[in-house]
């Protein structure tokens, strides 16, 4: 059982009227979300319109971004990560040289005045 069920679960009866009745607060809401955005729309592609419920737009309009959301953070991931070559391994095959710290030149010698 997920430990989100267990703990609801595990709670007193009035922590579980509680939450059944945050639950029901929520459907309520989203019932009403729905009916409220129910009327028809006109959209306008280029060649032609269509008249479709608002919800319906605003739910396609929701997995749309969610989609180009995961597809584009899936690109970025794989631009990050090196891939490996056909024939190639992926670890190197000769450690990076280690560059000495550069040491400055020593100063010149002190000239004499007259």
Do not use: C, H
Request: aromatic share 6%.
């Amino acid at each position: 059982m997920p430990p989100v069920l267990q703990r609801i679960r595990d709670l007193p009866d009035q922590g579980l009227y509680g939450v059944i009745g945050v639950l029901a607060v929520a459907a309520l809401y989203v019932i009403g979300f729905v009916i409220k955005n129910s009327k028809n729309v006109s959209v306008d592609f280029v060649l032609f319109s269509a008249g479709v419920p608002l919800i319906t737009l605003m739910v396609v309009m929701l997995l749309f971004g969610a989609l180009l959301g995961v597809a584009l953070t899936l690109m970025l991931a794989r631009r990050r990560t090196p891939t490996a070559r056909p024939g190639e391994t992926s670890q190197p095959s000769t450690p990076p040289p280690v560059e000495s710290p550069i040491t400055p030149p020593p100063p010149p010698p002190p000239s004499a005045s007259i």
